[in-house]
Structures are given as C-alpha cells and as structure tokens.
C-alpha cells in the first residue's frame, strides 16, 4: 500500500515524531511504499541540522536523512512554515540575506502543494502532533 | 462514492498556530482545483466569530482569509452544532457563506466518507 505521512509534532517536545519514524521504519518493513513525509507547522524543526542532542539520545534529523538514504525518501519540508521558524536551505538563506543555512541533507524545501499532492496521490494519508 | 479531502479545524484562531496553518493548507488545496470540505468542530468553532480584532496582539485577522473561501470554490464547509451549543455560541451570529450546521451523527458520516482526513 502506498502511505504518505504528515508530520506536524516538533521534534524531542512531542513524542508524536518518534512515533512518525517508528511508523515510518515499520511500513518499509513491511514492504509498503513511502510516496512522501511532509513536516508542516512545528515538524519543519525536525530539519534543522543544527540540533546537538546528548550522545545517548535520539537524533530524529540524523535517523530520518538515513532512512531517506536508504529507502530513497521524499522528505519535504512546509516552506512557509519552515521560513516562520528559521529552518532555510541555502537558497532561501540568500534570499532572505541570512548569513548561515541549517536545512539537514535529504530533506527538500516546498510548498503546500506537496502535501495535498501526498493525499490525493496515497492511499493512506497519516498524519502525527495534529 | 466518497469525497478527497475533509480538513477538520479544531483549534481557537488565535491561541497557537493550528488554525492559521490550517487554513494556509486549506488555500492551498482549494487553489488547486480540489473538492475539499472544511469542518470546525471544539475550540475551532470560534474561528467563525464575526468582528474579531486581533490587530492589538498583534496578528493577522484570519476570518478574513475564511471569508475567501467561497471564492476558492469551497462550497462544503460545516460547523458542529453541539461545540457551538457548549461555548454558547449561536449559530445564527455567524456569517459565513456557505456554512451548513452538522449535529454529531452528521460529522461521524462526514469523517467516514472522505478518503484523507487533515487536521488542525
């Protein structure tokens, strides 16, 4: 079966984005297809490279850019809601004449579309922190 | 046969930033040409509210952007008759184009019948 996924928890505030990637792994394990995970509202954080969390905790940036890797991921990220929260590429960082970028490899920068894109075109839209 | 999308708004419009992000996705969806219907049900009832004023906060006033709705073709939008009854909410005081009142069998039908659900 074909599933996208919303995320819209923030990362380590909310438990609904480990749940995100628990789901996530689970599917691939069970053979069905990943079309999308879209990060909207506070989910854009999850991008952001930036995050230093203790050696002995998750790092959901860095386990979603090797599932990506591995399984090929569409990993898109709400670019209204990332600008509002300052998770940019390189691009948007130029734009908007800032001097560093900390949107994490893997992950891409697009608009809403994306995510009713996801819906029509999945058979299951799940979505976590809504 | 069941209809695409269903957004369900269940969250005041000032208080966070679900119900603006919501209704961001709402224009986005409705902007590409798709059937989607909209329903407000707890907290997001208020979002209806006539006359808000939230420019001293300050924030964008979002019933303004609600009121566009009809313009994007967006013919399906109901509210909960029970949320409003609990906040004291009539729903003759609001003005929306368009809006239909569904009691709580009405909105266990609506969620069934749509193939995604987005909330916010």
């Keep these: 079966m074909k599933f996208a996924l919303a995320i819209h928890a923030a990362p380590f505030s909310s438990s609904a984005s480990q749940t995100a990637l628990k789901f996530a792994q689970a599917?691939?394990?069970e053979g069905h297809d990943i079309y999308r995970v879209f990060f909207y509202q506070d989910g854009v954080h999850t991008a952001n490279e930036l995050v230093c969390p203790p050696q002995d905790e998750q790092n959901l940036c860095r386990e979603w850019q090797s599932l990506a890797r591995a399984h090929s991921l569409d990993l898109v990220v709400c670019i209204a809601a990332a600008l509002r929260r300052g998770v940019l590429n390189a691009?948007?960082?130029?734009?908007?004449?800032?001097?560093?970028?900390?949107?994490?490899p893997t992950f891409s920068i697009s608009g809403l579309g994306q995510l009713l894109d996801a819906a029509v075109k999945s058979d299951r839209l799940v979505t976590f922190g809504a | 046969m069941s209809q695409q999308l269903l957004f369900v708004c269940r969250h005041s419009p000032y208080g966070g930033s679900n119900a603006r992000e919501g209704l961001d996705a709402i224009l986005a969806s409705a902007a590409y040409g798709q059937d989607i219907g909209v329903l407000f049900i707890d907290d997001g009832v208020f979002q209806l509210l006539p006359d808000q004023a939230p420019a001293s906060l300050p924030q964008k006033n979002l019933s303004a952007n609600l009121s566009a709705l009809p313009l994007y073709e967006v013919e399906r939008i109901y509210v909960h008759s029970e949320s409003l009854r609990e906040r004291g909410v009539p729903f003759d005081s609001l003005t929306l184009e368009g809006l239909q009142a569904?009691?709580?069998?009405e909105v266990g039908v609506l969620l069934s019948g749509h193939e995604q659900l987005l909330s916010f």
């Design chain 1, 27 to 29: 599917l691939l394990a």
């Design chain 1, 91 to 104: 691009e948007e960082a130029e734009r908007y004449d800032k001097a560093a970028q900390n949107l994490a």
């Design chain 2, 102 to 105: 569904v009691n709580s069998h």
